[in-house]
């Protein structure tokens, strides 16, 4: 069954064009955005989401579907593609950050995990590939630990150290409790047939739906407007190979475009201030290398989608 394209035009970042011509597309959806996009950015009040709900919904629900959503900023709508799923499923999330905040705003990009937890449909979600600060003292910070405990959430960090925390969480797949310390089983430590062995082997159903933040790939192989991660482009598209050749991929969404912070919203100016490291964008190189790297996604995650034990 050939995939289909979605872009959901947020901020103008995804290079549309590109992308219709870097694979066998069945079709090619755009679902507009760009009005509701400042409103969506970083953290959303319900009354936006709800009308980026409605619009979404308005569009046809093409399956399997590759969908494009512009600056990592609005990874929170991946909560939205995620509930139309009909059928219980994993996430399988791959991001320099957990996204598990329980302190943000309900519809954050830092926090829209909790969100998909929350799906009926959503047996687990896997996130892999964290190495951001976030996991140093996760309890403080926020963190869902509760999920991590009750094995509702896996986490594979590519390369983290120890994280303390103040109450004893149950071994999960990607990690283990000792001595007051989550001890994390990093994928960057072992051989990557292992590390993907690791990773599949977390994921309880046959099928699996796949959202990708570029921010978990070094800066030389993506330019986005946070942190970015070590786990290498390489090992990405042959984890996205393995997922497609062992489980049924329902679809997927990818975030991380570049695109400038323009905010109008005082709070948020500042949040993006706080968090996010300043990026020149000037060199035309660096956003011609993230179209690159979408392109290859895209061919990856086709083939993921229409190989035989995706059908």
């Not at 992308?19 to 597309?25: C, E, F, V």
Request: aromatic fraction near 6%; include cysteine; charged fraction near 25%.
């Amino acid at each position: 069954m050939p995939a289909h394209l979605r872009i959901l035009d947020t901020d103008a970042s995804v290079d549309a064009a590109a992308l219709a011509g870097a694979a066998p597309w069945a079709s090619v959806t755009h679902v507009e955005l760009a009005d509701l996009g400042p409103k969506l950015r970083l953290w959303s009040r319900r009354k936006y989401i709800d009308a980026a709900r409605a619009r979404i919904g308005a569009a046809a629900d093409l399956r399997p579907s590759i969908t494009f959503m512009g600056s990592g900023d609005f990874h929170h709508l991946a909560a939205l593609l995620a509930e139309r799923v009909e059928e219980p499923f994993t996430l399988l999330h791959f991001d320099n950050h957990p996204d598990w905040v329980r302190l943000a705003p309900r519809w954050h990009c830092g926090a829209w995990v909790n969100r998909a937890l929350a799906l009926p449909n959503v047996q687990r979600v896997v996130t892999v590939g964290v190495c951001s600060d976030d996991l140093v003292d996760p309890g403080r910070k926020g963190g869902n630990l509760p999920a991590l405990d009750a094995g509702r959430l896996a986490l594979f960090p590519w390369q983290h150290a120890p994280s303390r925390v103040r109450r004893h969480t149950a071994d999960g797949p990607g990690h283990a409790w000792r001595d007051g310390q989550i001890k994390w089983r990093n994928l960057a430590e072992m051989p990557l047939p292992d590390a993907i062995d690791m990773v599949l082997s977390s994921i309880p159903t046959e099928a699996v739906w796949i959202t990708i933040d570029k921010d978990v790939l070094p800066e030389r192989e993506a330019l986005t407007n946070w942190d970015q991660g070590q786990m290498p482009l390489a090992a990405l598209l042959a984890m996205l190979q393995a997922t497609g050749q062992r489980k049924r991929v329902l679809g997927a969404d990818i975030c991380g475009e570049y695109s400038p912070p323009r905010h109008a919203n005082w709070f948020k100016r500042i949040e993006a201030r706080m968090d996010q490291p300043a990026r020149d964008a000037t060199d035309r190189q660096r956003i011609e290398d993230n179209t690159r790297t979408d392109c290859a996604l895209a061919q990856t995650l086709i083939e993921a989608c229409t190989t035989p034990a995706a059908a």
